[in-house]
């Protein structure tokens, strides 16, 4: 009985050990810093205007210098996940620095392509992002749109191009 009560004790103690290390660890690593900047808007690309509110409301927020930040990407380690997301997806797509693709037109076409695939194959905008963001549950109809843009654009460039 009484090494019963001991142990349980113990086990108590150990729990309490565990929770309040777990609480400094969080602690601590909301003082490492987290890069969350938009940095100034250059250009974007010229599209009609529902094909510029579904890019906004289903890419912009990683793809562009005008992210939202969500007050949960201000909490380690949340913040970590999302910094490093913005900062891969802005270095492979900006659509804040369009401008810079588009002075070289293969440049260009090859992004408006790459949109058109990630779109039709589901993988644009993430799963992650979808769940907590409504806007970015784009319907068949919505994607179809998007992909039809994304390929016109993208032939109409390499056209341009070949002349
Ligand atoms: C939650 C952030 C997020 C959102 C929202 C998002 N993306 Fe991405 N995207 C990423 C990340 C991270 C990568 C790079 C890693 C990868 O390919 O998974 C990426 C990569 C890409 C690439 C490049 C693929 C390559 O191989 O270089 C394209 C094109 C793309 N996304 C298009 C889109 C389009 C179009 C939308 C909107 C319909 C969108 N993304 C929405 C995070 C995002």
């Given at each position: 009985m009484r090494s019963d009560a001991l142990r349980c004790c113990a086990r108590m103690k150990a729990t309490r050990a565990t929770l309040a290390s777990l609480a400094i660890l969080l602690a601590a690593a909301q003082t490492i810093p987290v890069s969350r900047t938009n940095p100034p808007e250059q250009s974007d690309p010229q599209a009609p205007a529902t094909i510029t509110r579904l890019l906004r409301g289903a890419c912009y927020d990683c793809h562009s210098n005008q992210t939202r930040w969500?007050?949960?990407?201000?909490?380690a380690p949340v913040s970590w996940m999302v910094s490093h997301h913005v900062t891969e997806a802005r270095r492979r797509l900006n659509f804040s620095e369009w401008a810079d693709y588009t002075s070289d037109p293969d440049t260009a076409s090859h992004k408006l392509a790459e949109i058109a695939d990630q779109v039709a194959s589901g993988r644009m905008a993430p799963w992650y992002y979808r769940v907590m963001h409504p806007?970015?549950?784009?319907s068949g109809a919505e994607r179809q749109a998007l992909i039809r843009w994304a390929r016109a654009s993208s032939a109409s460039l390499r056209s341009s191009e070949n002349q």
């Open positions: 969500p007050w949960y990407s201000a909490i806007e970015a549950r784009l």
